[in-house]
């Protein structure tokens, strides 16, 4: 099934809407940097920021994405396997692409429910899983919070700048299993206990530097320029 066709001139709102996370007292942080471009054409959507000014110098999670949408329909993981799926394509602004952590665009699976997060990401010199759970206050105490960024360097995957690859999560809910895989080659598999029972796709850029001593280190003049098309659930 195709989740959108991307016929524009703009995202559908009965599609995609931008993830937010509750700060209290009816306020919540949209992950939305006001500097981004986003265009719609021939079926794929481009988000380019030039320079990212988005950063939060408390909370890592709310630092990280930088522009990121999420699906409006969430997808019953109940009843077998499921594959999400998207042709995606990366090219970073003011850096090499060399470190994911300077800024990569993504490809996400998740659940905010349980903070449980499976992703495809690319920068223009390589491709990554991610495989997360969230530290959010209330739902994931810090102790059981991860994050791993997985390289599969001798899958021979060729990633050029602007160059689209095809990008597949598969879930098996009743196996207790995730594959990640680029272009049909797996580059990441896990056993996962109490895997949610439903997830959301989304697209956006991110970056991964840690906050240090107070302060965000995410904002270092780079930027990014991230393209999707072909978003498929099965």
């Given amino acids: ?50 320079a990212f000014t988005r950063s939060h110098s408390d909370v890592q999670i709310l630092d990280n994405p930088k522009h990121l949408l999420v699906s409006v329909q969430e997808f019953d993981l109940n009843g077998g ?23 990569f665009a993504a490809f996400n699976v998740l659940d905010m429910g349980s903070a449980q997060v499976f992703d495809l990401i690319a920068t223009s010199k390589h491709a990554y899983a991610i495989h997360e759970r969230l530290f959010v206050p209330g739902v994931v105490p810090k102790e059981q919070a991860f ?20 990008y597949a999560v598969t879930i098996d809910r009743d196996a207790s299993t995730v594959g990640w895989s680029v272009d049909a080659t797996p580059v990441y598999t896990a056993h996962v206990l109490n895997l949610p029972e439903k997830v959301q796709i989304g697209f956006g850029i991110i970056t991964l530097h840690p906050i240090r001593d107070g302060q965000s280190t995410s904002l ?7 393209l999707w098309r072909k978003f498929t659930v099965d």
């Fill in 147 to 166: 994050t791993h960024i997985v390289h599969a360097p001798l899958a021979g995957i060729d990633i050029k700048p602007a160059e689209f690859h095809h």
């Fill in 81 to 103: 396997p499921r594959t999400f799926a998207v042709e995606m394509a990366a090219e970073n602004i003011g850096s090499t692409g060399e470190d994911y952590r300077d800024g």
């Fill in 1 to 50: 099934m195709t989740y959108d066709e991307l016929n524009g001139p703009d995202l559908r709102n009965d599609r995609w809407r931008f993830l937010e996370v509750p700060l209290g007292e009816g306020q919540a942080w949209s992950y939305a940097d006001p500097s981004a471009r986003t265009d719609i054409e021939d079926g794929t959507v481009s988000v380019r920021i030039d």
């Fill in 220 to 226: 270092r003049g780079q930027g990014l320029h991230g």
